[in-house]
């Protein structure tokens, strides 16, 4: 008798899991060799190292807990809503929040001071996926509820959290046609991670259909996560020194920017330079790292916020490479080029709600991917441009007549509004997986 479809499909899962498994655990040696490399590039810090293998620095607290774990700094961000929505329910639960970047973990500390009952929030690294390491996390910190953000699937994780019964959510899941096509030869162990959500929120009506076709059984949500959050927060005094600094100066900002659209961002400053003579240029790199790199490639070495420099009258150009700040620059209401955007990068876009919603007039280029639904919804709040001329072409009338601008970024934040009911669904659905 031959096997039917879906048995077999199980079984394939079964076997690309344990292969998983198994290699997963012969590479921890070259993974923690790995872990110190990236220590010495920044990637790590010395703090992290024990956490990515599953050591806990905190005492699990007693009671509910719920485990949400982000990859980088724009999940970690759209989470911020979702953990203050599950501190203010009548039952609060403590929350462990895991990030698997340094930036991510840093936004996390930077921002929890502000939120009340921010006593209750963990911030740890998350395990990588070897199996010892990612055992030892669970069987510390026994979640009661999980929830991974948008593409975090990790075999063994996931398989771990499965064994041991514990609800599981996806949130904003997120699958690309190419991400999809690259499950392809593991489609059975796709399929079998996917099956073991208890709870689906597919970012958009295209990642459902995805989601489904790698797998996933049911999708009780489709919205975007990233609709809910609020305008980035900043510090009134800085901002007030900021633009003292500025002293009335028409300024843009090339906001998140990735290798490879620098030159083009560097060219569209010469160019309005010579329109607007006293125009600055603000260039914040994604990874701050980059700032070093992006100085020595630009003329006349522009000042670094990194290194404390401050732009002179001369100066159309500063990169500000710290960590942090964006809501301090977008508070300042001038035109915002979203990066990872422009031809010559990798590409899929950064967030234009944040700038939107700060009043900021919003301009990208035409790599947009991961962003297609949020730029969909700012429909023609948004601009799009190429090369430098046309970023020139879009920026001149925005310098040059205030009100123009601040009209523009009005109309830009009428598209951007959050929403606040999406989070209350979100943090009602989580804590509704505990099966107490």
């Not at 597919?202 to 059984?217: C, H, I, K, P």
């Not at 790292?289 to 070495?301: L, N, Y």
């Not at 234009?352 to 919603?357: D, G, N, Y």
């Amino acid at each position: 008798m031959t096997q039917r479809p879906a048995t077999r499909g199980r079984l394939c899962g079964a076997l690309l899991g344990a292969g998983w498994h198994g290699l997963s655990a012969l590479l921890a040696p070259v993974l923690r060799l790995n872990l110190r490399r990236r220590l010495a590039r920044g990637k790590e810090t010395r703090d992290s190292l024990p956490q990515r293998r599953g050591l806990a620095t905190r005492p699990r607290p007693p009671g509910l807990l719920v485990w949400l774990h982000a990859a980088s700094v724009g999940e970690t961000v759209a989470l911020l809503p979702v953990i203050e929505q599950l501190l203010d329910a009548a039952s609060a639960p403590h929350v462990l929040v895991t990030t698997g970047t340094v930036t991510g973990n840093a936004i996390l500390h930077d921002r929890l001071p502000a939120m009340a009952g921010q006593e209750w929030v963990i911030a740890q690294f998350a395990p990588l996926d070897v199996p010892r390491w990612g055992a030892r996390f669970l069987d510390y910190w026994r979640p009661d509820v999980g929830a991974l953000v948008e593409s975090e699937l990790w075999p063994n994780l996931i398989a771990a959290c499965h064994a041991r019964h514990m609800p599981l959510a996806l949130l904003n899941g997120r699958m690309s046609d190419r991400s999809l096509a690259h499950w392809r030869r593991a489609a059975c162990l796709l399929a079998r991670m996917l099956s073991a959500f208890t709870w689906v929120m597919a970012r958009s009506a295209e990642d459902a259909a995805r989601l489904q076709q790698g797998g996933a059984t049911r999708i009780d949500l489709i919205a975007d996560l990233k609709d809910a959050a609020p305008p980035l927060p900043h510090d009134p005094t800085a901002l007030a020194e900021l633009q003292a600094m500025l002293a009335g100066r028409p300024v843009w900002v090339a906001a998140s920017t990735h290798e490879g659209e620098d030159a083009a961002i560097i060219a569209a400053s010469a160019l309005v330079r010579q329109m607007v003579p006293d125009a600055l240029t603000i260039l914040i790199p994604r990874h701050p790292e980059r700032g070093a790199d992006i100085a020595a490639h630009a003329p006349s070495s522009p000042p670094r916020r990194a290194l404390g420099q401050a732009p002179t009258a001369q100066d159309g150009l500063w990169i500000c490479d710290t960590l942090g700040e964006m809501g301090l620059f977008l508070a300042l209401g001038a035109p915002v080029l979203m990066g990872n955007s422009l031809p010559g990068c990798a590409g899929g876009g950064h967030n234009p709600l944040e700038p939107a919603r700060a009043g900021c007039p919003v301009a990208s280029g035409p790599l947009i991917g991961n962003f297609r639904q949020a730029y969909g919804r700012m429909a023609d709040s948004v601009r799009f441009v190429e090369t430098p001329a046309d970023i020139t072409q879009w920026l001149i009338p925005l310098l040059q007549n205030p009100d123009a601008c601040h009209k523009a970024g009005a109309y830009a934040k009428q598209h951007a509004l959050p929403d606040s009911a999406l989070v209350r669904r979100i943090a009602h659905a989580l804590l509704a997986l505990d099966p107490r």
